[in-house]
């Protein structure tokens, strides 16, 4: 059974800083490829960022390049998503997922089989 449990999120101002950790109980947690989605209120959930197995590839959603890095610590079973100066417009249940690829960076979230439960990010003005 996988297990990704999403940590971090909170009640921050525009312009500060959050970082998100998603832990897996994976057995072989480098043969995954990991990414970060969000569900803003009232709206679809979107991709955000997204990371291969090694680290070596990421991709990000336009909304957030330059200001968010996702990361992994494969030892840890951990990746991560660094969010720098936050926006309102950030505001959403952020979700990990985990899919087992060796290559390439999925971008779309059927294309992952396994979710967290979410974690909740508000950024007011």
């Known amino acids: 059974q996988v297990q990704l449990v999403e940590s971090g999120g909170g009640l921050v101002q525009a312009g500060a800083s959050l970082r998100l950790s998603c832990a897996a109980s994976?057995?072989?947690?480098?043969?995954?490829?990991m990414g970060w989605f969000r569900q803003p209120p009232g709206k679809e959930r979107e991709f955000v960022a997204a990371?291969?197995?090694?680290?070596?590839?990421?991709s990000y959603a336009d909304s957030v390049k330059g200001r968010f890095t996702i990361s992994r610590d494969n030892a840890k079973n951990t990746v991560y998503l660094q969010m720098n100066s936050l926006k309102p417009e950030d505001t959403a249940v952020y979700y990990c997922?985990?899919?087992?690829?060796?290559?390439?960076?999925?971008?779309?979230?059927?294309?992952?089989?396994?979710w967290g439960q979410g974690t909740q990010v508000t950024v007011s003005s």
């Open positions: 997922a985990a899919v087992r690829r060796w290559a390439g960076v999925p971008l779309t979230s059927d294309e992952y089989n396994y």
């Open positions: 994976l057995r072989t947690f480098s043969g995954y490829a």
């Open positions: 990371l291969s197995w090694s680290g070596s590839t990421t």
